[in-house]
Nanobody, 121 residues
Framework: QVQLVESGGGLVQPGGSLRLSCRVSGTVFSLNVMGWYRQAPGKRRELVAIISRGGGTNYPDSVKGRFTISRDNAKATVYLQMNSLEPEDTAVYYC???????????????WGQGTQVTVSS
């Protein structure tokens, strides 16, 4: 069974930065397109970043230029560097498998517990 363990969230002021990490086990990590998803209270979960097996990345307009996804296949870990954070970025962030575009969900059956990001002054 695939296990995903997210970490790195917290409380940050608007304009601040956070780096999220997600350790993945139970699958051949390097063979998967990976993504970061988020879910704000009362809203649908959305995909905010994807990284291909070769390291190509894609983002929706809402985070483009502020978020950067990366991966370390040797550590089976995917990262999300978030800069210039806005209150609208407040959500629980999850990593999981993704499809070829930010409109393509392709998650594993299991999800991690997520990590809470709160942007507030």
């Amino acid at each position: 069974q695939v296990q995903l363990v997210e970490s790195g969230g917290g409380l940050v002021q608007p304009g601040g930065s956070l780096r999220l990490s997600c350790r993945v086990s139970g699958t051949v990590f390097s063979l998967n397109v990976m993504g970061w998803y988020r879910q704000a209270p009362g809203k649908r979960r959305e995909l905010v970043a994807i990284i291909s097996r070769g390291g190509g990345t894609n983002y929706p307009d809402s985070v483009k230029g502020r978020f950067t996804i990366s991966r370390d296949n040797a550590k089976a870990t995917v990262y999300l560097q978030m800069n210039s954070l806005e209150p609208e970025d407040t959500a629980v962030y999850y990593c999981n498998r993704a499809g070829a575009t930010v409109s393509s969900w392709f998650p594993f059956a299991s999800w991690g517990q997520g990590t809470q990001v709160t942007v507030s002054s």
